[in-house]
């Protein structure tokens, strides 16, 4: 219907999932949000996105294994995905890039860091 | 089946003192014997002797009632006291020697000799007996308390040793951080009770150690997802352009806050973590002039709203190995403190320099100083000055212990120097890469307290 960028969310704090939504969407991001990690996979798999803002701990599928579903299905396979983590171990950082992950976020974040870091790899859509 | 150590033990003590009591008894009888026969002994060779010389006596005298005579009776008298036998036929010899009959009384006094002769010989004999019999029960009772003795120790050793040593090497695993180390509940009634204390012990300190992680992974995911929201909303909020003046205001002073409190939870956390010999440094090479330019951009706000001058003084310095989040919140945390302490109008310079073998940085306040008191303990972790206090300067006193174990990680130095009324200057090194030496990825935090400044 549109040509925006579509960028799938995914966080189990609805305030949060808001957040990433408002940020992006006022930068012409097109966003689907998504509470888990399974409803997130279910979304890509009916219109696979551009990009995806993960979390990392999510009720039924965190984001590591979310990476690992999208990097294994050939429509989201090579697409960027940034993890957002409110953990501060470098372990969690190592784990998110070996799932698969492009980079990570530390939260709390900043929506203006968010916009700048999809803007990086998806290019700005107000920009052309 | 209930074996008990100190039942054994009593038992196998009680069997050695009942040994070695047989053996002193044996003895001393012996010893008795032995001091009987003597005396005996003595008796008979003084009771020869005088009969003897009385022999003599009579033999050399022409008449035979004389002293000489009358005074070796006597002495014989006395000698034989005691033995009525030998009195009787003391008391021929007498009569002989009233009688003038002195060759009969030679003959009486050789049969005293005679007999006490027997005497001498039985009681010697029995005084030998009895030695050799104390030799021989000496000698089985010393044997045999030495075996039972060394039997003893070996047991001691394996029901007691064995266990402590088994124990001990748990001990030191656990300490070295395996909390999974378990001992063998095993052997005697106490080393087992000792064991299975002790694996209680390690059981309840691993649990512990679970529900502690639990309990930072909760604090760390629980405050920072509600703070994600105020600091991120309120962003959205402040970018509108519509704002009135005063709504702006306030609402940079709820974000100044929620920032505070989000750097209070962070602090605790690295200081858990520190305590749990978790905390690992991400090293890389570090360009200290960029990180300090970027804390000091960031105070930037808080200065101009303090209206405190924030300079930064520095010059190019070659990369120094580190982990640029940690060195970069060691100077956030310096400019804070002395945005603390810097009256409205003063200046906080941080300054960057090329020093011998590494690069320094110092962060100068000209602030109201720190009592000579305070200097020494500011490094420890929670101390708050009574300056502090007083002035109800805002903090929990950590900021300066995470400097310090920061700056102990990178191998460097921290130092205070501060005159009252004049300012304060925190100095810090981190010293440059050796050439040769390999760049290990994470070096584990040391934790040491107290430490002198």
Known sequence: MSDKPLILAADDDPDILTLIRLALERAGFEIMGAPDGRAALELARERPPAMAVLDLSMPHMNGLELTAALRADEATATIPIVILTAAVQSSDIEAARVAGADAHIKKPFSPRDLRGRVIEFLGDPAGD | MNRNLITRLGLAGGIVAAGVAMVFLVMIVAIRDQRDATSDLRQAQEVVATASILQTRLADQATLSSAPIDSGLKALREALAGEPDQLARTAVVENAIADGDASRAVDALSSIVLVQSQHSRQSREKADDSANRAVVLGVIGLIGSTLLIAGMTIYLANAIVVPLRR???????????????????????????????????????QESERQKDEFFALVSHELRTP??????????????????EDDRRFLEIVERNARRLLRLVGDMLFIAQVEAGRLTLERGPVDLLKVARESVDAAQPAAQRDMVTLRLEGEPVAPVEGDVDRLGQTI????SNALKFTPEGREIVVHVRDADHGVEISVSDQGAGIPADDLGHLFERFYRSAQESRRAVPGVGLGLSIVKTIVDAHHGVVWITSEEGEGTTVTFTVPYPATSSPSDESARLPMRQNDAV
Do not use: C, H, W
């Open chain 2, 227 to 244: 703070l994600t929201s105020i600091i991120g909303y309120l962003e959205l909020v402040l970018d509108a352009e519509d704002l009135s």
């Open chain 2, 332 to 335: 956030d945390n310096l400019v």
């Open chain 2, 167 to 205: 124990t001990t090497r748990a001990a030191r695993r656990i300490a070295e951080g395996d909390l999974s180390s378990r001992v063998k509940e095993e052997g005697d009634a106490e080393p087992r009770e000792l064991a299975r204390a002790f694996n209680q012990m390690a059981a309840n300190l």
